[in-house]
């Protein structure tokens, strides 16, 4: 892992960084020492580790004691796009979160071993939020790593992501705007229903697509600090 710049305001270290080919961010209390839980943070698509929606969660559970890392995911930010992955991404298929998976997966897992390696996280409890494309490329990875905990996931539906939600048992928090005009209601509700694990809870709000209500970061810090504290 290479750090490339740092910056710290308001309490929170902020920490660009390369692990391989993968850029990403990490956000930390400031001064942190020893171990701490650790939540990555999985942006939607077309978005990049610091979309403004990505940094203000970051941020605010950064400032309540958590560490945060953010990496852009395959084709997307800093990362080069391939040919394939644009067609799929201009037609707007449905299996665009299936060609970036086993990529996605492989990233993360490299970078939570190399984040728990800092003095300022260590190995700690781990948590997942990630919503829309975040949601998409989160289960599989939930399903395949037993170090995270507890995530909070939503807005997307179940199509291609039943097989790898019935593998996810650990504590979710699930978002649905009613509203949704990108993804129909009944998928949103059918990937709910396909994920295994006994505590699970149902937020949904009226609204669009984009249009979470902002309380929901409070909501989510809330279950965090209940799950990995």
């Known amino acids: 892992m290479r ?13 660009f960084f390369t692990l391989d080919e993968v850029p990403g961010v990490l956000w930390s209390p400031e001064g942190a020492r020893g171990p701490r839980p650790l939540i990555l943070l999985g942006h939607g698509g077309g978005q990049h580790k610091t979309a403004p929606a990505a940094v203000s969660h970051a941020r605010r559970y950064a400032a309540e004691g958590f560490a945060v890392v953010a990496i852009d995911a395959p084709n997307h930010g800093d990362r080069p796009q391939d040919e394939e992955f644009g067609r799929i991404a201009a037609a707007m298929r449905a299996g665009m979160h299936s060609y970036l998976a086993d990529q996605a997966v492989a990233d993360w897992q490299a970078v939570l071993t190399a984040v728990q390696r800092l003095d300022q996280v260590g190995v700690g409890p781990v948590g997942y939020c990630g919503m829309s494309m975040g949601c998409g490329l ?33 504590p979710v928090q699930f978002l649905v705007q009613w509203d949704d005009q990108m993804v129909p209601r009944d998928q949103s509700l059918a990937l709910f229903d396909a994920l295994a694990s006994a505590d699970k809870t149902l937020h949904a709000n009226p609204g669009r697509h984009g249009d979470v209500p902002p309380f929901e970061v409070d909501s989510s810090l809330r279950f965090f600090v209940r799950h990995l504290s």
């Open 3 to 15: 750090f490339i710049s740092q910056t710290s305001s308001d309490g929170v270290t902020e920490q």
């Open 138 to 170: 989160g289960i599989p990875l939930i399903a395949a790593e037993p170090r995270i905990r507890a995530a909070v996931l939503g807005l997307l539906g179940a199509h291609g992501l039943a097989e790898d939600a019935a593998r996810v048992t650990v």
